[in-house]
């Protein structure tokens, strides 16, 4: 439990950040607690696996695939008719290489279908740091295909040098602007790609704070938006017309030596509308919003995968 609690102060603290790398931290502390765990009582293991899924839950507003893989991974504990808990042990870590197997999948999946795209001489734009929509363009250079891409600094805590970084370290020809020049660049650009924290119901994306901006300034400009994400990313939280919760992150990332009497907001995520949404890429294709429902009905309706509730 000392290491769940450890690597929840540091998903709460931002030390780790980023969907994906969340979600493995979440999985390998699992592991470990499951291999620790001292009691023999099933009774007290799932006990103890709520708490700790309960406490994972609460970090941080916008982690649906960490909750999801919470809840994959447990579900078939709960599940179990086994009563000893070396064996329920046994059947956590399975499901969690599982899960981590499949998710891996899933995104070479969702980034072969984005990288089919990309056609020579374009110029593609991109904003925060989002390891699968790296992943996407790095895959069309691989596929021999001779393009640009425009990245945003990220403000305030800079992703976008992150992704600058690995497009310039694969030879991807790549052109740095802060976050207000999207304005400007995006006439010049023939496509736009985001990752995507979280999917809802209705075809919305939460992602980095800025997101939204952008995709209504390249609706303005008649330039496609997509969004990149497994569906694994899908947020059943927001299925009754509830709000996304939006993280506010601290001020001091802003600015570390205001004045006292400053108000401070800093929101790490926005909400993107589906209207400004050309499609959501995954690995089942490229969906149009509006049908992001019906697709993950089939997904989580099979018998190994559920939605976490």
């Known amino acids: 439990m000392e290491r769940i609690k450890d690597i929840a102060d540091k998903i709460r603290n931002f030390e780790i950040r980023g969907t994906k790398n969340t979600a493995i931290a979440v999985i390998d502390a699992l592991k470990i607690f499951a291999q620790q765990t001292t009691t023999e009582n099933k009774t007290v293991f799932l006990a103890e696996l709520a708490q700790a899924q309960q406490l994972l839950f609460n970090t941080r507003k916008t982690e649906p695939l960490m909750r999801n893989a919470l809840h994959y991974i447990i579900n078939k504990v709960q599940q179990s008719n086994n009563q ?30 984005g990288a089919q795209l990309v056609q020579n001489n374009m110029t593609i734009f991109t904003h925060c740091n989002s390891s699968l929509a790296t992943l996407m363009l790095i895959k069309a250079k691989q596929n021999g295909k001779n393009f640009k891409v425009i990245c945003t600094e990220t403000r305030p805590t800079f992703q976008g040098r992150i992704t600058a970084r690995e497009l310039t370290s694969q030879d991807i020809k790549t052109t740095f602007i802060i976050d207000s020049a999207a304005q400007v660049f995006l006439p010049k650009t023939d496509f736009i790609i985001v990752g995507a924290d979280a999917i809802t119901p209705k075809g919305n994306i939460v992602n980095k704070i800025g997101t939204s901006g ?17 569906l694994f990313k899908f947020d059943s939280t927001t299925l009754y017309n509830e709000q996304e919760g939006i993280e506010q992150r601290n001020p001091t990332e802003i600015w570390t030596d205001a004045p006292k009497n400053l ?9 993107t509308h589906s209207k400004y949404i050309h499609g959501i890429i995954c690995e089942k294709g490229i969906i149009p919003p509006k049908n992001i429902l019906k697709v993950t009905k089939t997904i989580f309706s099979s018998p190994t995968i559920h939605l976490y509730s």
Do not use: C, G
Not at 214 to 230: M, Q
Not at 263 to 271: E, G, L, T
């Open 263 to 271: 108000n401070i907001q800093n929101p790490a995520f926005d909400v």
């Open 84 to 113: 000893k808990v070396s064996e329920l042990s046994t059947i956590l870590i399975t499901n969690a290489d599982k899960f981590l197997s499949e998710l891996d999948l899933y995104r070479n999946y969702a980034a072969e279908i």
């Open 214 to 230: 952008i995709a209504i300034l390249a609706h303005s400009a008649h330039k496609p938006f997509y969004a990149i994400s497994e």
